[in-house]
C-alpha cells in the first residue's frame, strides 16, 4: 500500500497542529503540565511525527494543577514521553 507524502502532511495538519495549539494556549507557562500533555504525546506518536512532540521536552516541568491532573495523567505524561524521545 502506498500513502503519498501529501496523504501524511494532511493527516499531521488535521490532527496533531490542532492539538498543539490549545496545549500552548492552556499552560499558562512552558513549566507547566496540563491534562492535554497525555493525548497530545499519544497523538504524536501514534502519527509516527514524535518530532512534533519535542518543544515539549525543552523545559522542566515544574507546575502541576493537582486539582486537575490525576497520578494517571503525570505518569502517562513520562512513559509516553520516554516513548517519544526513544521514537525520535
Known sequence: MHISVDCIATTIIA???PLR?????FAPDP????????????LCIAQR??????????????NLNITEMTKHDNLMRH???GIALVAF
Open 49 to 62: 511525527h514524535s518530532t512534533d512532540s519535542l518543544p515539549i521536552f525543552q523545559h522542566p516541568v515544574t
Open 15 to 17: 490532527t496533531i497542529i
Open 21 to 25: 495549539a490549545p496545549l500552548q494556549r
Open 79 to 81: 512513559g509516553l514521553g
Open 31 to 42: 513549566l507547566y503540565l496540563t491534562t492535554l500533555h497525555p493525548s497530545f504525546l499519544h
